[in-house]
């Protein structure tokens, strides 16, 4: 085989560049359930398939050393040392990423490795902070806002915990939305789990399994901490406002010119002109200092901010100046509610002074209370207009100033319906009291008939906004969609008192409606606070405490109909009423469960839909917590991201890397450490040093926090089996009770290289497809099929496009994705012959077979691999082999070792194809034991392989093979070849077995049948002889002689 | 006799040798011993042996129960010899000084032994081997002439004079001679209703005797029977449970012998002997309180009516058992007590004894 050589750079040039967030995103889930036995495994068989791949590429065959040390009792270091061709410097950083993610899985073909999805959001999704803000995910990602989130306890309360880190990943190609009942919705990744309650209780659940038969938690109430500092409304000026405060002015002046000698000196100190200064000191009410010249002159003169701020009260540009309060304020609060919800700011026109601030609305105590509250907070006075056309009445002044204060709280100029959004700062629980106030006196109404508080609004991120707003005051609303509006409603007496007695109306006609209806309501909850599934736990109880049917508070409920929630009242009573009877130091479980319900801080709503949708934005976000599992994402308890390696990492050691990449050059030694801050890695040491008897390699060494077991799972099993499926590799490995192991070499022949090859029509999804005609070279839709496929010729490509209806010139990257859709199904409709399966690398049988007489101590052995065979586009083969007897335990079930692409897989076997392929195999036929669908029992070990260039793991974890029936079938046959062969050789044997019984017989009876002759017909001693041994030699002549010997396969 | 036994098993011996050293596989022959295998002749009134036999060829699979079979042979051979006896019991532990050959269980050297008895179409008491158990129980007008073992002289047995115990039939009862004026044999299943009979002196009131099997009567019991109702001329009565096990396992044994020892049915068999009850038909006409049967005992039925050449032969008892199995009950004797304890002596015996016609083959 022509290898040609590669050095160290060429493979650096190929290198595809791995975002750290996409390192972080596969370990997460490869670490990510606080599992340290599992990070060791997974650390040590990155860097060995990593080896294995480098020093293949280079054509070399791998030697690798392991060594783990342990450090402490939790701690460990790993030393990974291979022959492979050495890392150059600019890669270094890469080092994590390439550790843990070997393949260029852009291009189709089977090397270790594959690509995953994460646990995440879209960035839009509001998470409610510990101090009453509310911001979109993305927001406290990118900033890295250190904040407490809230969070979920076991006992359904709410907390709050620390943001441990932060995750921002390439989105995948299909989101799940979740909808409630209650208006809630959410979009995550398939794979995040949110916590539900169904007919089984709690549990945590993937966004892709909900179904309606669920409900999800959803915080029935936001507690929050509010920092008592007052905000000055200075802060929310542009920075080159002037001050009106000559005395002050003049003050701060004199004290720098004091400070500094001359009012030269003062000019030197900070960049102002002095005739600037000299400005400022007449009396020209033009000549005012900027906020941001007042700010650094207090700062360098020490003087405090209450003095600052008290002194920035008289605002303005150009010699037009308005009062302003000190501090946001509850009118200031009302003021901006107000025109959030009726009030238009005029979009700045350059040509004009000033800017239009109106408010629209035909309540005279609403108007009054307006014109009174600009009077108060800016010294201005308003004008009432009537529109021409009698569409009702105003309130209007005009200041930009005002307009930029409103600006910088999140109300738009212009055309603000859609776009105004409260900015954090504000988010407070004193201040939105005012806010939510005047909000509702504008657009709030009541209905008598209906007995509800709505609220419409077109904004559709307010509208989430407020729904969170409302639950700090621990009010439920939902939201209602009809047509183009949103209404977010309150119902139910709970809620709509608390409306009442939290925030109100000042508008005396729905003031007096909303007493009505609260005097007029009767049921104090609304239907979305049901509380579901927990009759099992109430009739259990009652059977528990054997009280009489009679005497039970809510004898209605125990009837098993298909209701399954009942109301919060009603399991009030229910367990007032336990809690009675029972023996409170030991109250029986489904008492406990349901007194959690009961007073817990979350609500359960129904799912109203939860589906699949393509996503076509860049990111996706999550964090992960420090304290707890979980955090509240637009008021929906959701999972949160697990913490990682990157913890592991953070051991607080650097990563070491020694390379090698020419014999001719000295080695070079890195030390590597992660900034936590930015998420990036960094060299902190780059030494050349000497590395004798090494041609060319690496070395890494890593210290992590682990766990060391033996077993199943072990380390130890991951290296023992990766020896088999790679006979050609040497490997060292000298484990942390320091037993050095030696996995000889039993080939010298490297795999096969495997060839690239374009993705199969069969194989592609929606969302990769879109991709591809975004990216592609090829502009037109008909080259671009051919060139970006395998197997697709001119007249397939012909066909595909004929049945999309799409002409072949189209432009590629203007298909929209109906068309990519349709394209999408002609392609699976149109007859494309299969890949090419050159493209696969099997270990083959016989290096199967050597692979298992070198670890596997038995004493039939037999290997088998499949011709290629193809699922969904994707051409695999498997491989099957099978160890039997010698010291293998009989009695237990057989074991199995799964392998995919030459990587052990070590958990989840239930979920795999493999041991669904095992399973669904008839052993009994081949001379083993096996109970109903279970793996057979006896001394067996199974060994089953797929080489795909993609193998479909079930799941990002990379730990099953879903079960395809194309690829179960391929295994049945394997292990079925394998099989027949094994039970010929168990049948043989245990002919053998009894024929070896049968010559004991003879041996043992004979004599008797010559004692009982010799006594009764009275013989001699020498006639007695010879009736054993005539008979002796008779008998065995009848006998067949069974050779075990099997053939050996060399 | 006794000379023609250890003939026998030289011979058998000598044949066996001869073969080996011709080369030739050796075999021993004996009747197959199951139901499958007998026929049932009224006039004979016994089950006699048809000709299936089956042939054990010494091979690797039969070389051992070929050897026992030998060594088997050859203790009889001993025994015989030196006019000694040995219990089945006492066979089983000297074999265990057979080494390889030894029996682990006492069964598989009953088995053995019922090999050989019916390869040379003898009884195992020909064979010098005995069992243990006991033969049944006697009380009633009879006296039974036995020989003193020590002197040899004859004592006569009144079988009257055991207040309220009994005369055990003996192991061997070819010896004994009998004299009595009674009218009747009544042979009775159960020990309890033999007691009842016998303490209100139910053999002089109906001058009969009256003897106790315990469940299926043994060989001696059923030999003891026979020769005194042929010497003696006087007819047999069974008075057993009514529910299969009754009928088809004790009755039928009791009268016409076991597949079992169908080679020597001939002289262990009462042909003569009538069933008096209680039948399927007293069950209904004494209005018997009732058990259900199990399914064991209708798997029995079922099975006597495919299988057992007797039941077969007679119409009334098909009749009996089908209606047995139709009521799907069982009666006791005892269950006569429910009329009072002494109605089976003041009304059913009599009654029953009146009417022939109310009696089964």
């Known amino acids: 085989m022509a290898q040609t050589r590669l050095n160290a750079e060429d493979l650096a040039k190929e290198q595809r560049s791995i975002s750290i967030s996409e390192f972080f995103l596969k370990n997460k889930h490869l670490l990510g359930f606080d599992n340290p036995r599992k990070a060791l495994v997974t650390t040590i068989k990155e860097a060995v398939d990593n080896s294995l791949d480098a020093t293949e590429q280079i054509g070399v065959t791998p030697e690798i050393k392991i060594k783990v040390t342990p450090v402490s009792a939790k701690r460990f270091k790993i030393v990974v040392e291979d022959n492979g061709p050495g890392i150059v410097r600019e890669q270094i950083p890469k080092i994590f990423a390439k550790l843990l993610y070997g393949s260029k899985f852009d291009k189709l073909k089977s090397t270790r490795g594959q690509q995953g999805i994460g646990i995440c959001m879209t960035p839009d999704t509001l998470i409610p902070l510990g101090d009453g803000k509310i911001l979109p995910i993305k927001e406290i990602v990118e900033n890295n806002l250190d904040n407490d989130l809230f969070v979920l306890a076991p006992d359904l309360k709410l907390g709050l915990g620390r943001i441990d880190r932060f995750w921002k990943i390439p989105a995948p190609p299909e989101m799940v939305k979740i909808k409630t009942l209650g208006g809630n919705e959410i979009k995550l990744t398939p794979e995040n789990p949110v916590l539900v309650r169904n007919a089984e209780g709690f549990s945590w659940k993937e966004a892709k399994e909900i179904t309606k038969e669920d409900y999800i938690a959803i915080s029935r109430k936001l507690g929050t901490n509010i920092k008592e500092e007052k905000i000055p409304l200075v802060d929310l000026l542009n920075k080159d406002t002037r001050i009106d405060n000559k005395p002050f002015v003049d003050d701060l002046l004199l004290k720098l010119r004091d400070k500094y000698g001359t009012w030269k000196g003062v000019s030197e100190r900070f960049p102002i002109r002095v005739d600037q200064i000299k400005g400022w000191r007449k009396n020209n009410i033009r000549r005012r200092p900027k906020k941001r010249d007042i700010e650094l002159f207090t700062k360098d003169l020490e003087i405090s901010r209450k003095e600052f701020i008290d002194n920035c009260t008289r605002v303005g540009r150009l010699g037009n100046y308005i009062n302003i309060p000190k501090y946001v304020s509850p009118e200031f609060m009302r003021f901006l509610g107000l025109i959030s919800g009726d009030g238009h700011i005029q979009a700045p026109i350059k040509t004009r002074w000033g800017t239009n601030i109106s408010f629209w609305n035909n309540d005279d105590k609403l108007q009054n209370g307006f014109k009174n509250l600009v009077k108060k907070l800016f010294n201005i006075d308003s004008s009432l207009f009537y529109h021409s056309k009698g569409r009702g009445k105003m309130h209007q002044f005009s200041s930009s100033l005002v307009a930029e204060i409103l600006n910088n709280c999140g109300i738009p100029s212009g055309k603000k319906h859609d776009k105004f959004y409260l900015k954090e700062f504000l988010q407070r629980k004193d201040l939105l009291r005012p806010y939510l106030q005047a909000l509702y006196d504008c657009e709030g109404s009541v209905s008598l008939e209906r007995k509800t508080v709505s609220f419409m609004i077109r904004n559709k991120k307010m509208i989430k906004q407020i729904q969170l707003f409302l639950l700090q005051f621990g009010i439920i609303s939902r939201i209602n969609k009809a047509s183009s509006d949103l209404r977010i409603i309150i119902s139910s007496k709970k809620n709509v008192k608390k409306f009442r007695d939290e925030i109100g109306f000042t508008h005396s006609k729905r003031a007096n409606e909303l007493n009505v209806i609260v005097d007029a309501m009767k049921k104090e909850n609304s239907k979305i606070e049901k509380i579901p599934f927990v009759k099992k736990q109430i009739i259990k109880l009652k059977q528990q405490l054997s009280v009489p049917h009679k005497e039970w508070p809510s004898p209605h409920l125990l009837v098993d109909n298909k209701r399954h929630t009942i109301n919060f009242e009603t399991l009030q009573s229910t367990v007032n009423f336990c809690m009675g009877k029972v023996n409170l130091k030991r109250p029986p479980l489904e008492l406990q469960e349901l007194y959690c319900i009961l007073n817990s801080d979350v609500v359960w709503v129904e799912v109203t839909s939860s589906e699949i949708f393509q996503y076509n934005k860049k990111f996706v976000y999550d964090l992960t917590m420090k304290d707890g599992n979980n955090f509240l994402a637009n008021g929906i308890l959701v999972h949160n991201s697990a913490s990682s390696l990157y913890a592991q990492l953070t051991t607080g050691k650097p990563t070491k890397i020694t390379s090698k990449t020419s014999s001719r050059k000295k080695a070079h030694y890195f030390e590597l450490h992660i900034d936590t801050k930015n998420n990036e890695p960094e060299i902190i040491k780059d030494l050349e040093v000497d590395w004798p008897d090494k041609k060319t390699g690496t070395k890494i060494e890593i210290e992590l926090e682990a766990a060391y077991q033996k077993g199943q799972r072990s380390i130890d099993e991951y290296l023992k089996q990766t020896a088999i499926v790679n006979p050609h590799l040497y490997l060292i490995y000298r484990n942390p009770e320091k037993k050095t192991i030696h996995y000889p070499r039993v080939t010298n022949k490297l795999p096969k290289e495997a060839k690239e090859i374009k993705p199969h029509p069969y194989g592609i999804e929606l969302g990769i497809l879109i991709r591809m005609l975004k990216e592609s070279k090829h502009k037109k839709l008909k080259s671009f099929l051919m060139k970006e496929f395998c197997r697709v010729s001119s007249r397939v490509a012909d066909q595909i496009l004929e049945k999309a209806n799409l002409e072949p010139n189209a432009l590629s990257s203007r298909i929209a994705r109906q068309q990519a859709d349709n394209v999408l199904h002609a392609m699976r409709e149109t007859k494309i012959m299969s890949p090419p399966s050159d493209c696969v690398v099997p270990i083959t049988q016989k290096l199967v077979l050597k692979g298992l007489k070198k670890e596997v101590d038995a004493e039939f052995y037999e290997a088998i691999t499949r011709p290629p065979a193809v699922y969904r586009g994707y051409p695999f083969i498997i491989e099957a082999g099978i160890a039997y007897g010698g010291n293998l335990p009989a009695d237990q079930q057989v074991r199995v070792l799964r392998f995919a692409n030459r990587v052990p897989l070590q958990y989840q076997p239930g979920a795999c194809a493999v041991t669904k392929g095992i399973t669904s195999t008839n052993w009994r036929q081949y001379g083993l034991s096996q109970s109903g669908k279970n793996l057979p029992i006896g001394p067996v070990v199974i060994l089953l392989h797929i080489a795909s260039v993609w193998v479909p793991f079930t799941s990002e974890s990379k730990e099953a093979i879903a079960q395809y029936p194309e690829i179960i079938k391929e295994m049945r046959l394997a292990l079925q070849e394998c099989g027949r062969k094994l039970g010929k050789y168990i049948r043989k044997k245990k002919r053998a077995q009894v024929e070896a019984k049968h010559k004991s017989y003879i041996q043992k009876y004979l004599p008797h049948i010559a004692i009982g002759l010799k006594e009764i017909l009275t013989l001699k001693d020498t006639q007695e002889k010879r009736i054993i041994t005539t008979l002796k030699k008779d008998l065995e002549k009848t006998r067949p002689n069974i050779n075990l010997d099997v053939k050996d396969v060399k | ?361």
């Open chain 2, 1 to 361: 006799m006794a000379k023609k036994v250890t003939d026998q098993i030289e011979e058998q011996a000598r044949n066996i040798y001869s073969k080996i050293l011709k080369h030739r596989k050796p075999k021993l022959k004996s009747p197959i011993r199951s139901l499958q295998n007998v026929s049932y002749d009224e006039k004979k009134g016994y089950f006699e042996l048809q000709g299936k036999t089956k042939e054990r060829t010494l091979t690797v699979n039969t070389v051992k129960t070929f050897a026992q079979t030998l060594r088997m042979m050859s203790l009889s051979k001993q025994v015989v010899d030196t006019n000694d006896i040995a219990t089945k019991r006492e066979v089983y532990y000297v074999s265990k000084n057979w080494e390889d050959a030894k029996f682990n269980e006492q069964p598989e050297s009953d088995t053995v032994m019922d090999d050989v008895e019916a390869m040379l179409m003898v009884n195992r008491e020909q064979l010098g081997f005995i069992p243990e158990e006991k033969g049944g129980e006697i009380a009633g007008e009879l006296i039974v002439i036995d020989k003193d073992p020590n002197s040899g002289e004859d004592i006569e047995i009144d079988c009257t004079k055991f207040g309220s115990g009994a005369y055990s039939i003996p192991i061997s009862v070819e010896q004994l001679k009998f004299k009595t004026k009674a009218k009747f044999v009544l042979v009775i299943e159960t020990a309890g209703m033999f007691q009842r009979l016998v303490k209100h002196g139910y053999y002089k009131t109906a001058n009969c005797i009256l003897i106790s099997m315990g469940g299926v009567p043994t060989r001696a019991c059923r030999r003891f029977i026979r020769r005194l109702s042929e010497s003696m001329k006087i007819p047999v009565f069974a008075f057993v449970d009514c529910d299969p096990y009754g009928v088809s396992s004790i009755y039928r044994t009791l009268k016409v012998g076991s597949g079992n020892a169908a080679h020597i049915n001939k002289y262990f068999c009462v042909p003569n002997a009538k069933f008096l009850g209680v039948t399927p038909e007293d069950i209904v006409k004494y209005k018997l309180p009732t058990h259900k049967l199990k399914d064991v005992d209708i798997k029995r039925a079922k099975d006597a009516l495919k299988n057992d050449p007797f039941i077969r032969s007679h119409k009334e008892w098909k009749r009996a058992i089908e209606q047995l199995i139709k009521m799907g009950v069982r009666a006791e004797q005892q269950a006569l007590a429910a009329w009072g304890l002494n109605y089976v002596i003041d009304k059913y015996l009599p009654e029953k004894l009146k009417n022939s016609k109310s009696w089964l083959p």
